[in-house]
Nanobody
Framework: QKQLVESGGGLAQPGGSLRLSCVASGFTFGHYAMSWVRQVPGKEREWVSGLVSTGAETYYIDSVKGRFTISRDNALNTVYLQMNDLKPEDTGRYYC?????????????????????WGQGTQVTVSS
């Protein structure tokens, strides 16, 4: 059974940092691309960042480029999202998601319905 467990969310001030982690189990983690997707109440889930199975290629939405960094450790079955210079508009519930592809392009990363496993999410709130 595929399982994803996120952690690391919390309350941060504007300009602050948080590091999200997602530990995977139940599948061969190193064979699949992974993403972080966020959701704000009343809105659809929004893809934020993804990286291919090897970690060699990473992708981001424009609003987080230069501030967020996605990475993975295939030996630990873990994907991370380092979030720096946080802004109030980064507030939301952040989900870790498993792609069905090892090397999707950015357009496939963006399609949140293409993921076949999701974590329970971790809340990020950016407020002064």
């Amino acid at each position: 059974q595929k399982q994803l467990v996120e952690s690391g969310g919390g309350l941060a001030q504007p300009g602050g940092s948080l590091r999200l982690s997602c530990v995977a189990s139940g599948f061969t983690f190193g064979h699949y691309a992974m993403s972080w997707v966020r959701q704000v109440p009343g809105k659809e889930r929004e893809w934020v960042s993804g990286l291919v199975s090897t970690g060699a290629e990473t992708y981001y939405i424009d609003s987080v480029k230069g501030r967020f960094t996605i990475s993975r450790d295939n030996a630990l079955n873990t994907v991370y999202l380092q979030m720096n210079d946080l802004k109030p508009e980064d507030t939301g519930r952040y989900y870790c998601a498993k792609s069905v592809f090892p090397f999707p392009g950015v357009e496939l990363f963006r399609r949140v319905r293409e993921y076949d496993a999701w974590g329970q999410g971790t809340q990020v709130t950016v407020s002064s």
